[in-house]
C-alpha cells in the first residue's frame, strides 16, 4: 500500500517576524498566498522593532520619553507591522520555536508543550542576527551583557542601567546604545552616564575605510558623528584601540582592566556591556544543510545564497526528498539593518512567487534598493573591525559557557589528536549544551585552526535538529508526522538459523 507525503500547510513558511519577515509577508499576502509565520517573540518586530507596538501604546510620560530617546528609526517599523497585522491571510504564530528545517520545506514547531510539524511549497528563513560571541577572561560573570541584551531590557522591559557603567566594543549598535544611555538620562533624570567607553577601533581604521566609502553611506556617517558629538559634549570619557579586556569579580563583576598604548588600566564597574559586531545566526542555515561560506571582513559564517536568497542543500541527494526549497534573507543572509532587510525580503518574496509560479520575479527596482541599503557595508566593516574577538582566547578563558570549557581544554583535545569539528564535539562535549554551539562554535573552529596549522574557511560543527531544546513530553505527541517516517520495515536477510549469534535463555 502506498502512503502519499503530505501535503502542505500554505504556500510559503516564513521564520522569523523581523523587517524582511514582515515585509515578504505582506508582499506574499498582497499576491494572494497564504502565508505562515512562525516567531519566538510574543509580538511582530524583531530585535530591531522589539516591542514597538506596545510602546506606541503606552501614553505615559515614560513610555512617551523611551520612544523619544529610541528615536525615529525606531518608530519606523510601526506602517510594517501594521500592514502586516491587517493581511487575515498571514497564519502568524508568535511564541513559537523552530527546532528543525528541511530542504524540502518541512519545519519542526514548538509552542509551550505543543509540537509538530508544518509544511510549505517555500520556506524564508528570515530569523535575523546575533551579536559576535566574544569570549574573554570574566566574560561569564554576572553583570557582563552584551549591547543588544541592553537594548531588548530597554525595549521591551523599560529597564535602565545603574551604577559604574563601562561599555567596550566596536561597531555602530554600541555607540546607539550609548546614545539611548544618555537621552534615558536627559529625559528621565535617572543618571545612567557611563564611567567609560572603550572602543576597540581606531581613528586609523576610519582613515583606511575612507576609500569605500559611497553617496548611500553619506548619511549612516554623518549620523554616527553626531553621536559622537553628543557624548563629547555630555563629557564621557572615551578611548579607542582599546584591548585585552578583562572582567573581574567574585559573584559578579566589580571591576575591568584593559590596556590602552600600551599601558593597563583598571576601573570599578558594576555593569560592563560588551558588543563586537553583529553576524548572521547560522543556526538554522547550518542544520538545515545548506552551505554557507566565511564572511572575512565580518570574520563569521553567513549562507552561500543566489541574490534572491535561494540557498544550496549540501545533503547527499540519496538523504533529499527533492529541490531545496529554502530561501534566506534579512540580516540572516548578510548583515545590513533594517531598510536593507525589508529590501530583501521584497526581492526574496518576488522570487518565491515566480518559483510558485506568479509573478514576473524580482523588479530592478527592489534589487537597487538592496543594492543601495548594503553600500555602506565596506565602510563599516573596515571602520569597526572586530576587535574584542580578534585575538585568541587564553587557556584560562571560558569559551563554550554550556558545559564551562575553557580554550585550554580544546587545546588540549586538539593536540591529543581531535583533528575534526565533530570528534572535537563528540570528546569534549563544546557545543552539545543548550546553545548548540551558537556561543562557542566560531572560537572553537578558529582553536582548531590555530592549532593544525589550517587556513581557508573555518570548519563547523555538523548542524543537526533539535535546533533549540525541546521538551520530551512535546516529541511524545508531535503532530504532523510524515507518514512515510513512521513505517517500521521488517529486516528481510535476518538468518534462518542464529543460534550462534544468540545465547540460551535460562530455564525458568
Not at 276 to 287: M, S, T
Not at 326 to 346: N, S
Not at 397 to 413: D, S
Not at 424 to 430: A, F, K, Q, V, Y
Amino acid at each position: 500500500m502506498s502512503i502519499n507525503a503530505p501535503l502542505p500547510d500554505a504556500d510559503v513558511i516564513i521564520v522569523g517576524c523581523g523587517p524582511s519577515g514582515m515585509a515578504a509577508a505582506v508582499t506574499l499576502a498582497e499576491a494572494g498566498r497564504s502565508v505562515i509565520v512562525l516567531d519566538m517573540q510574543p509580538a511582530p518586530g524583531g530585535q530591531i522593532f522589539r516591542s514597538l507596538e506596545a510602546n506606541l501604546c503606552d501614553t505615559s510620560p515614560a513610555g512617551q520619553s523611551l520612544l523619544a530617546a529610541l528615536g525615529p528609526a525606531y518608530r519606523a517599523g510601526a506602517d510594517l507591522i501594521r500592514r502586516f497585522r491587517a493581511f487575515s491571510g498571514i497564519d502568524y504564530r508568535p511564541q513559537t520555536t523552530v527546532w528543525e528545517v528541511r530542504p524540502d520545506g518541512t519545519v519542526g514547531w514548538l509552542q509551550g508543550m505543543n509540537a509538530g510539524y508544518v509544511r510549505g511549497r517555500q520556506v524564508l528563513l528570515a530569523h535575523g542576527a546575533m551579536e559576535r560571541p566574544v569570549p574573554f577572561l570574566g566574560w561569564t560573570l554576572p553583570g557582563v551583557m552584551t549591547a543588544g541584551a541592553v537594548q531588548t531590557l530597554l525595549k521591551a522591559g523599560h529597564l535602565k542601567p545603574s551604577g559604574r557603567i563601562v561599555l567596550a566594543g566596536t561597531g555602530p549598535l554600541l555607540l546607539l546604545l550609548l546614545l539611548l544611555l544618555l537621552l534615558a538620562n536627559q529625559l528621565h533624570q535617572l543618571g545612567v552616564k557611563p564611567a567609560l567607553v572603550g572602543r576597540t577601533d581606531r581613528l586609523s581604521d576610519s582613515v583606511r575605510a575612507a576609500r569605500h566609502l559611497r553617496p548611500g553611506g553619506l548619511v549612516p556617517l554623518v549620523k554616527g558623528l553626531g553621536w559622537l558629538g553628543r557624548l563629547k559634549l555630555a563629557g564621557v570619557k572615551s578611548v579607542t584601540g582599546l584591548e585585552n579586556l578583562a572582567a573581574h569579580g567574585a559573584q559578579s563583576v566589580e571591576s575591568v582592566s584593559f590596556t590602552v598604548g600600551g599601558k593597563r588600566q583598571t576601573l570599578p564597574c558594576d555593569l560592563l556591556i560588551v558588543h563586537d559586531g553583529i553576524v548572521p545566526a547560522i543556526d538554522i542555515p547550518n542544520a538545515a544543510g545548506l552551505r554557507l561560506q566565511w564572511d572575512g571582513p565580518n570574520a563569521s559564517w553567513r549562507p552561500a545564497t543566489t541574490p534572491d536568497g535561494l540557498g544550496a542543500s549540501t545533503l547527499p541527494p540519496e538523504l533529499s526528498a527533492g529541490p531545496c526549497v529554502l530561501r534566506v534573507t534579512g540580516d540572516a543572509r548578510k548583515i545590513g539593518g533594517a531598510d536593507a532587510a525589508m529590501a530583501h525580503g521584497k526581492v526574496a518574496a518576488q522570487a518565491i512567487l515566480v518559483a510558485l509560479d506568479h509573478g514576473a520575479g524580482p523588479s530592478a527596482g527592489a534589487l537597487r534598493a538592496v543594492d543601495k541599503a548594503l553600500s555602506v557595508r565596506p565602510f563599516l566593516d573596515a571602520a569597526f573591525p572586530p576587535g574584542l574577538a580578534q585575538e585568541l582566547p587564553d587557556d584560562d578563558t571560558i569559551v563554550c559557557r554550556c558545559e564551562e570549557l575553557t580554550a585550554g581544554n580544546l587545546r588540549e583535545k586538539i593536540r591529543s589528536g581531535f583533528r575534526n569539528m565533530d570528534a572535537l564535539r563528540g570528546e569534549s562535549r563544546c557545543g552539545m549544551g543548550p546553545c548548540q554551539g551558537r556561543s562557542c562554535m566560531v572560537t572553537a573552529a578558529r582553536l582548531l585552526q590555530d592549532e593544525t596549522r589550517a587556513t581557508g574557511c573555518p570548519p563547523t560543527f555538523r548542524g543537526r535538529p533539535p535546533i533549540r531544546p525541546i521538551p520530551l513530553g512535546a516529541v511524545a505527541t508531535l503532530s504532523g508526522l510524515d507518514p512515510r517516517a513512521t513505517i517500521r520495515l521488517t529486516l528481510e536477510d535476518k538468518p534462518e538459523n542464529a543460534s550462534e549469534d544468540t545465547v540460551d535463555a535460562p530455564a525458568e
